[in-house]
């Protein structure tokens, strides 16, 4: 079964007189589970095809079906509850609220959707426990290291239990013990929970554990590949 | 959440919120001092005038302010008295009667106002005892006559010395005769000392042939209480055939007087609160554009602007919210101190003014309305500064609020 589905999409930016295609003709199926990387060369579209799939940006004309929905035809204030609902983000850096502890920049996703205080508590805990932060979940994102942050954002991401989670270069900034803690935790969360992970990176040690690979170069997909 | 969200974030930046909570409070309290300063000053200045002798409210007979003849005097009933007495802003009524008469003593008179009295009621406006500089006062049934200490030095008259008032009484009665001088007053204000003598009620009463009847029905209202108030209440109790009038109505230069001097402090606090915007304005700004980059973050996780904005509606208020609190904690026990202990003039002012017929003292307004409305007003500020953040996120386009 597909969670994403993309037909013919297309965006162009001008920068001055240039016309940067970065979507040109793009359409590619995600299935439940998977786990695969975006690369390419910077400037090839793969921000753009994210931020597409994740309800931030919309394309210029095409199709992004997410659960029977085409979100390029929703408004600003039903993509915020769209996002909330199915799709869980992991940003390159400071994903979380300065101001709240682990535990609450987890727990937050969960109260704007409305859940039980009992439930919340069970899941961040849960969540908490599984990125291997049993210990810090009452430290503030100050207190943490990058790796533990991003290792937060992921639980945070999956808190919503969202169809899929969306990662752009989550590894961007961590040195390569936290890159590889933090792919573990996603590969076996992607294992043991079915989650999709689709993620966008330039770093090879990520690329060399995505179960599936697509290419992007100014705009258009070069390949698309199983490992 | 939210809540807890707006407060945390308050202390993110702990120096800056403590400037902007500072200048907030410093605002307050000079704010609220300045003005229990003044509103003090001119409720003394009010009540030196005002309160020990015109009153706040008179009640006359319909059109005798524009006649003032006692002809348009007018029958006391104790209903009427007991409707106006039970109004919740009155503090407390006399009756007068007044009329204005030629004095002579030997070869000399002048032209006087003889004022029927109730000594009891009117010792409740104001301590005939400190007026009093020769002699005793008048008490209820006295035959004897309180003078003003002009009147005093031009016919050269002493306590027990006799002088004669011949005028008109009601209806054309000749109203003539002879009373004895009991005791010398100071009203402090030249005018009132030239002009005035007072008797009990019931002998002017007997003087001017008007048994039962009374010129001015004199209302004092309670402190801080508001005088249009007991106006527009009584306008609508009593029937149309009294006329009730204000101080300000009565005497309408000394609110002139007031309403200058006021506007004065009002346009300096007018600008301490241009600055205090600006202040608020300027935290708010750096508030919102620092977090830019957060307001993406949560907007692209699914937080829904209109929190957003509600949690930075919440840190504005709980920031300015700190120092009016505070302001006005500091400032109440300094309010309270000059409330109790006025503050005196230098001597030399003082017997200036006591020369004029002021109270040489400036106790402060010790009235909540003062904290209150300028606590409300910092606070409406503070909603009007949070119009930026609420547009900015509003505008706020996350994927360019997160690119750095
Ligand atoms: N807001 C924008 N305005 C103009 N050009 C843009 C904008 N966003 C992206 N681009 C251009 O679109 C192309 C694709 O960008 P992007 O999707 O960010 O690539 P990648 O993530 O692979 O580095 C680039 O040439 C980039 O310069």
């Not at chain 1, 330039?202 to 258009?220: F, P």
């Not at chain 2, 001119?42 to 006692?70: A, L, R």
Request: with cysteine.
């Amino acid at each position: 079964m597909n969670v994403i589905e993309t037909t013919k999409l297309f965006k162009t930016y001008s920068q001055g007189d240039i016309q940067v295609n970065a979507l040109n003709d793009v359409s590619i199926n995600f299935e439940q589970g998977e786990f695969t990387a975006i690369v390419g060369p910077s400037g090839s579209g793969k921000t753009t095809f994210l931020n597409a799939i994740g309800g931030l940006d919309t394309p210029d004309s095409g199709k992004v079906i997410i659960n029977n929905t085409d979100i390029t035809q929703l408004k600003s204030n039903q993509l915020i509850d769209f996002r909330l609902r199915n799709i869980g983000f992991v940003f390159q850096a400071y994903n979380l609220i300065p101001v709240l502890t682990a535990k609450e920049n987890v727990e937050f996703i969960m109260l704007m959707q409305g859940e039980t205080a009992k439930s919340r508590k069970s899941r961040t805990e849960e969540l908490l426990n599984a990125v291997g932060l049993k210990e810090q979940i009452n430290r503030k994102p100050g207190q943490l290291s990058g790796g533990q942050q991003q290792r937060v954002a992921v639980a945070r991401a999956l808190a919503s239990k969202p169809q899929f989670v969306l990662a752009d270069e989550p590894t961007a900034n961590l040195d390569s013990t936290s890159t590889s803690n933090l792919l573990d935790i996603m590969f076996r969360l992607n294992q043991e929970e079915k989650m999709t992970f689709i993620f966008s990176t330039h770093d090879q040690r990520v690329i060399d554990r995505a179960k599936r690979i697509i290419t992007l170069e100014d705009g258009k997909v070069i390949s698309d590949v199983i490992q | 959440m939210l809540i807890k969200l707006a407060w945390r974030n308050i202390w993110r930046n702990k120096k800056r919120s403590f400037i902007t909570i500072t200048a907030i409070l410093i605002a307050v309290f000079l704010a609220i001092i300045m003005r229990s300063l003044q509103l003090g000053m001119y409720d003394n200045m009010i009540q030196n005038v005002v309160g020990s002798y015109s009153g706040h409210v008179q009640v006359h007979s319909k059109g005798y302010w524009e006649e003032q003849t006692i002809d348009n005097a007018f029958e006391f009933n104790d209903s009427l008295i007991q409707k106006i007495e039970n109004n919740i802003n009155v503090s407390n009524t006399t009756k007068r009667i007044q009329s204005g008469c030629l004095s002579s003593n030997s070869d000399l008179s002048k032209f006087v106002f003889v004022t029927g009295i109730e000594p009891q009621k009117e010792q409740l406006m104001t301590d005939w005892n400190k007026r009093l500089i020769d002699g005793e006062l008048l008490k209820p049934n006295s035959q004897a006559i309180n003078i003003g200490k002009g009147i005093a030095k031009y016919y050269d008259l002493h306590i027990g010395d006799t002088l004669i008032f011949i005028g008109q009484g009601y209806h054309g009665m000749q109203a003539v005769g002879a009373f004895q001088v009991s005791g010398i007053l100071d009203m402090k204000n030249p005018a009132l000392n030239n002009i005035s003598v007072f008797m009990s009620l019931s002998s002017a009463q007997e003087f001017l042939s008007a048994e039962g009847l009374m010129t001015h029905l004199v209302i004092n209202k309670k402190e801080y209480s508001d005088e249009k108030e007991i106006v527009a209440s009584l306008q609508k109790e009593l029937n149309k055939n009294y006329e009730i009038m204000s101080w300000q109505e009565m005497m309408p230069e000394i609110e002139q007087v007031i309403q200058a001097d006021s506007a004065g402090g009002l346009i300096m606090i007018f600008i301490l609160y241009m600055i205090i915007t600006f202040g608020i304005f300027g935290t708010v700004l750096m508030m919102t554009q620092e977090r830019k980059y957060e307001f993406g973050v949560v907007v692209s996780i699914g937080m829904k602007k209109v929190k957003l904005m509600i949690s930075m509606v919440y840190e504005t208020i709980f920031l300015t919210s700190i120092g009016i609190f505070l302001g006005i904690l500091l400032s109440r026990p300094i309010v309270l101190h000059y409330y109790n202990n006025p503050l005196e003039f230098p001597a030399e002012e003082a017997e200036m003014m006591e020369s004029q017929g002021f109270e040489a003292v400036i106790p402060f307004m010790s009235s909540y309305d003062i904290p209150i409305t300028h606590g409300l007003i910092i606070f409406f500020i503070s909603l009007i500064i949070c119009i930026y953040p609420i547009i900015t996120i509003y505008k706020l386009n996350p994927i360019k609020a997160m690119k750095r």
